[in-house]
């Protein structure tokens, strides 16, 4: 059975960082690609970003390239979102998920194991 475990969220202020992690377990994951997600209290569920678990090739929602890093460890089954100029619409809890070859990688309907969430708040 797969499963996902996130954590690293936590308060932190406007400007700050903070390094999420997903612990994957209970499948080969090289074919497949991990995705962060975020929802917000009243919104919808948005893509973050994902990784090719083979190559490493990110993608980034355009609201966070150049401040968010995906990264992952292949010995370890962890995938990171390194979170850097957090802004408090950054605000929401964070999902970590799998998606199977093919489909798109910012639809969250492509995606088929999910983790609980981490909540992270950014405020002063």
């Known amino acids: 059975q797969v499963q996902l475990v996130e954590s690293g969220g936590g308060l932190v202020q406007p400007g700050g960082s903070l390094r999420l992690s997903c612990a994957a377990s209970?499948?080969?994951?090289?074919?497949?690609?991990m995705g962060w997600f975020r929802q917000a209290p009243g919104k919808e569920r948005e893509f973050v970003a994902a990784?090719?678990?083979?190559?490493?090739?990110?993608l980034y929602a355009d609201s966070v390239r150049g401040r968010f890093t995906i990264s992952r460890n292949n010995a370890e089954n962890t995938v990171y979102l390194q979170m850097n100029s957090l802004k408090p619409e950054d605000t929401a809890v964070y999902y970590c998920?799998?998606?199977?070859?093919?489909?798109?990688?910012?639809?969250?309907?492509?995606?088929?194991?999910w983790g609980q969430g981490t909540q992270v708040t950014v405020s002063s």
């Open positions: 998920a799998t998606k199977p070859p093919g489909g798109r990688w910012y639809r969250g309907a492509d995606y088929d194991y």
């Open positions: 209970g499948r080969t994951f090289g074919s497949y690609a």
């Open positions: 990784i090719d678990w083979s190559s490493g090739l990110p």
